[in-house]
C-alpha cells in the first residue's frame, strides 16, 4: 500500500466497511493507518500534521465543519495549520473520509 501524506477524517463505518453507530478508538486507529492518515497524525500530537483533538477544538461549534474537512481530506490544501500542505486524498474510500472525520470531530483534548 502506498502512503502518502494525509489527514482523514467521518459515515459511521467500521474497518470493514460495515455500518455502524460510530467508530471506536481501535477502529479509528486502525482505519487511519489503513488509509495512510496516520503517516502525518496523530490523535493527541503533531506529526506533520496537526493533532486531531486540535483539529476537533478548531472547528468545535462549526455546523459546516464535517463537511469542510471531508473536503479537505479529498483534495488538500494549505494554510490552515501552517505551511505544508496537506496533499489530496482522492483514493481514500468516501466512506472512511466521513467516518474519521465524524470521530475525530467528537474528540477532546
Not at 500500500?1 to 467508530?23: N, Q, R, Y
Not at 483539529?55 to 461549534?61: C, I
Not at 471531508?70 to 505544508?84: D, P
Not at 481514500?92 to 467516518?99: E, G, T
Amino acid at each position: 500500500m502506498k502512503f502518502v501524506a494525509v489527514g482523514c477524517f467521518g459515515l459511521a463505518m467500521s474497518v470493514t466497511g460495515v455500518a455502524s453507530a460510530a467508530l471506536d478508538n481501535a477502529a479509528a486507529e486502525a482505519m487511519m493507518k489503513k488509509d495512510g492518515c496516520a503517516a502525518c497524525h496523530a490523535v493527541d500530537k503533531k506529526v506533520i500534521g496537526p493533532a486531531y483533538q486540535e483539529v476537533a477544538a478548531k472547528y468545535k461549534g462549526d455546523k459546516d465543519a464535517a463537511s469542510k474537512l471531508i473536503k479537505k481530506v479529498k483534495e488538500g490544501g494549505s494554510g490552515v495549520w501552517g505551511q505544508v500542505p496537506m496533499p489530496p486524498n482522492p483514493q481514500v474510500p468516501d466512506a472512511d473520509v466521513k467516518a474519521l472525520v465524524d470521530w475525530i470531530l467528537t474528540l477532546k483534548k
